[in-house]
């Protein structure tokens, strides 16, 4: 962490967004990595490189032999994506898509949005379109998951986070995938534990128009490379076996 320094957004949330995105990423494929302030919260902030992919990975697709692995160097950046149930047949929450194939998951009123990966660009939209969006996944061979929608166009949405998270009473660490005002794609985690309440302030405040949050918890274990340096993101917890489809960035 004394690599980084921290980055004041206070009233000027857009200083990472905007015009001043593009100014930090580079043309590569590697993961930039930021440590910010927005809503008084430390944010960890990490967006692909110009030339990285993202995709989205199911232990339920064709061809999956094993969980993804920290030591494949092609791999810069894994978090679990959607929700698992905690059984043995680590079962996905709702319908997912990878590389146009699309897999059957189980039923939960928490799906009420979707990530679109669709010639490496992400969007994340209200499940009111989820249809065609799976439709679009498929002919365009692309990735596709659902979890809860907690920011839609620059709101947030505590609400829509299940009950028996925002219950907690311990701050925790939270992450999310956002897609910003100025159409950038984005990984937030906490840098520090905080209220789900006030995670989702800080993502608006940060930027984000939409955001999807991610699983955490005892699944939340994942990494990111930065300039050859891995850091892991989470403890690696029992249930950490239990992860069984993830949100990457690859070479």
Not at 64 to 70: E, G, K, L, Q
Not at 131 to 159: H, P, R
Request: proline content about 2%; aromatic content about 8%.
């Amino acid at each position: 962490m004394k690599l980084f320094k921290w980055i004041l957004l206070g009233a000027v949330p857009m200083v990472l967004m905007g015009c001043g995105t593009k100014s930090l990423l580079v043309n590569n494929d590697s993961v930039i990595m930021n440590h910010v302030e927005a809503a008084g919260h430390k944010l960890m902030v990490m967006n692909p490189g110009d030339n990285a992919q993202v995709r989205f990975v199911s232990h339920k697709q064709s061809g999956f032999t094993a969980a993804p692995s920290i030591d494949d160097s092609n791999i810069l950046l894994n978090v679990a994506a959607a929700f698992t149930l905690d059984t043995e047949s680590m079962d996905v929450c709702g319908d997912q898509v990878v590389a146009g194939e699309r897999i059957a998951g189980y039923d939960d009123v928490t799906t009420t949005g979707h990530a679109l990966i669709l010639d490496n660009k992400v969007t994340i939209k209200n499940n009111a379109y989820l249809n065609e969006s799976i439709e679009a996944a498929i002919k365009g061979k692309g990735y596709l998951f659902q979890q809860c929608l907690i920011v839609e166009d620059s709101k947030g949405l505590v609400e829509r986070i299940p009950k028996a998270i925002r219950d907690r009473q311990a701050h925790i660490i939270y992450r999310a995938a956002c897609v910003m005002r100025d159409g950038s794609f984005a990984i937030v985690q906490g840098d520090e534990p905080m209220y789900c309440g006030e995670f989702i302030d800080a993502l608006v405040a940060l930027g984000a128009q939409q955001a999807l949050y991610l699983d955490m918890g005892t699944w939340a274990w994942g990494w990111v490379r930065e300039n050859g340096t891995t850091t892991e993101l989470s403890e690696h917890f029992h249930n950490t076996r239990y992860q069984s489809n993830w949100l990457q960035v690859v070479r």
